[in-house]
């Protein structure tokens, strides 16, 4: 739904000057490439999920996995990027393949295309490293889905994954990467919430170039909890239609971690904000706008649950947050990026909520509202809080009083001024 008439307009700030920044600048694609981001998934270590099931840790040994992605911009040619960021030893893939969806698992009959990388079928990828597959010609539109198949022979050990995807990812016993029908793709975990293994990215070229991609950089709120599995109605996916309906279609960027937290790196909740914002939101392709939704998890989730990375951290504070948010601002003025600050959404009624920290959620955002630091606000706590309660709308969550539901995504959707990344 949308907000309120009553909603005030985007704040829109001519920024200052940023010192230089803290984190590392990683080179973007060159504005002369003719390559887009079409998709992306922040990559994250393997560990144990205490939300689900997952098959990270196990990894895969004579499986094929098809995962299913929709892009947000269209093509004449693809190709796909792959992560070993977080292998402790060199990733064998025996074969690899893209199509158009059918339905569940199935691909269209007649799309299926076989990848190769520097001509063979099979790649070895370093541990710690990443590959982007040679080009296959494959026309695809903007909202296209596309069916990603890869078989491993050899054992993989734990996965480089994205733990939450809010897509059905399905596995076969053998390899089955270039069967269009689903028939042997009869594994899936339960509950679906999903999670997508060892990719990172999917990539457009055409006859012409596309506006630069914004990215929609955050925690759960950007990953899409609470919206619907195999539904592509998180906010992300929600503005890309929008633009899409309204004549300017551009690259949608999903960037979020579910969990994840400015400051601090988690086993849980993958690396901090501040740490991977270089690769997952500097390195992707012609990116010309960022949205940063970040900080609820850090105010409201003060242990890592599975006992790993982010303990014994310094108490958040605002003037903490305030110093990430700079760090990223600085960063993406540094590589011609326009920086959107998204205000932090509300969470009273949530089992993390408490007053000090309604107070830090309150210091933040009226930094990010009059500190004109961030190029532009878009105000998604207004968008899910219309009357100001410090509640999301109980039409709005999905009941736990911190995750928006599918109308609240859309809700937040809304809130995004079309002409935010007008340059």
Not at 388 to 394: A, D, K, L, Q, V
Request: aromatic share 6%; glycine share 10%.
């Amino acid at each position: 739904m949308s907000p309120p008439e009553s909603t005030p307009p985007l704040l829109v700030h001519t920024a200052p000057a940023m010192p230089a920044s803290p984190v590392e600048a990683v080179p973007r694609t060159s504005g002369a490439s003719r390559w887009h981001g079409a998709w992306t998934t922040p990559v994250m270590r393997p560990s144990a999920a205490p939300w689900f099931e997952t098959w990270a840790e196990q990894g895969f040994a004579n499986q094929s996995v098809r995962q299913i992605v929709r892009v947000t911009t269209g093509g004449t040619e693809l190709r796909i990027r792959l992560s070993n960021a977080y292998g402790d030893t060199p990733l064998h893939l025996t074969g690899a393949s893209i199509g158009h969806t059918a339905s569940s698992a199935a691909v269209r009959p007649g799309t299926m295309r076989v990848l190769r990388f520097g001509g063979s079928p099979c790649t070895t990828i370093p541990a710690k490293g990443r590959a982007i597959s040679d080009s296959v010609a494959l026309p695809t539109a903007p909202l296209d889905q596309l069916t990603i198949s890869l078989y491993f022979e050899a054992p993989t050990g734990p996965a480089t994954y994205h733990q939450l995807s809010m897509a059905t990812t399905y596995r076969a016993a053998g390899d089955h990467h270039r069967d269009p029908a689903a028939t042997a793709y009869t594994d899936k975990v339960e509950p679906a919430f999903g999670s997508w293994y060892y990719l990172e990215g999917v990539e457009t070229s055409g006859k012409r170039p596309l506006p630069h991609a914004v990215v929609a950089f955050g925690d759960s709120l950007t990953d899409g909890f609470g919206a619907t599995i195999d539904g592509n109605d998180r906010y992300p996916d929600i503005l890309a239609e929008r633009l899409l309906a309204a004549g300017c279609p551009r690259p949608v960027l999903n960037a979020g971690i579910g969990s994840n937290k400015l400051l601090t790196d988690s086993a849980l909740g993958g690396d901090a904000g501040i740490s991977r914002f270089a690769q997952d939101v500097l390195a992707q392709p012609r990116v010309g706008t960022v949205i940063v939704l970040m900080g609820v998890n850090d105010i409201q989730q003060t242990e890592d649950l599975t006992g790993g990375a982010g303990r014994d951290t310094p108490p958040v504070t605002a003037r903490r947050l305030i110093d990430g948010h700079r760090s990223l601002i600085g960063a993406a003025h540094a590589r011609g990026v326009r920086a959107v600050g998204a205000t932090l959404t509300p969470f009273r009624g949530a089992a993390g909520w408490d007053a000090e920290g309604e107070a830090i959620r309150d210091q933040v955002n009226r930094w990010i509202i009059t500190s004109g630091e961030y190029d532009a606000v878009v105000d998604f706590a207004r968008a899910l809080d219309p009357g100001g309660t410090g509640r999301i709308r109980e039409d709005l969550h999905m009941g736990d009083h911190l995750h928006p539901s599918p109308a609240g995504y859309r809700a937040m959707a809304d809130a995004v001024d079309l002409t935010t990344w007008e340059q």
